[in-house]
Nanobody, 122 residues
Framework: QLVESGGGLVQAGGSLRLSCAAS????????MGWFRQAPGKEREFVAA????????YYAGSVKGRFTISGDNAKNTVYLQMNSLKPEDTALYYC?????????????????WGQGTQVTVSS
């Protein structure tokens, strides 16, 4: 089970830190990712991190503003979001990938959280 937290309402230019904790059934993942879905739009990739080596990947729209990090010992991944814009408003999901693949693609992920809402006001 993946549980996201940290969403909320923030003004443009503000910051939020999302957390995603894995609990319950034990599973092995090689990477974790964040995706988001805005109303009326498809779910899109935001960021990903590999547990081994800590390689990170970002969507162009968030690069330089968002930072993904992870704590393997806690089975927790974080998404620090700075300089938020109204267009960042979306439901943010974390996901776990059981094997290496196209980490920017939803198909690489087998486990998903329920999402946490991020709303950025102008």
């Amino acid at each position: 089970q993946l549980v996201e937290s940290g969403g909320g309402l923030v003004q443009a230019g503000g910051s939020l830190r999302l957390s995603c904790a894995a609990s319950g059934r034990t599973f092995t993942s090689v990477a974790m990712g964040w995706f988001r879905q805005a109303p009326g739009k498809e779910r899109e990739f935001v960021a990903a991190i590999t547990w081994s080596g800590g390689s990170t990947y970002y969507a162009g729209s968030v690069k330089g503003r968002f930072t993904i990090s992870g704590d393997n010992a806690k089975n927790t991944v974080y998404l620090q979001m700075n300089s938020l814009k109204p267009e960042d408003t979306a439901l943010y999901y974390c996901a776990a990938a059981p094997r290496y693949g196209m980490l920017k693609s939803q198909g690489a992920y087998a486990y998903w959280g329920q999402g946490t809402q991020v709303t950025v006001s102008s």
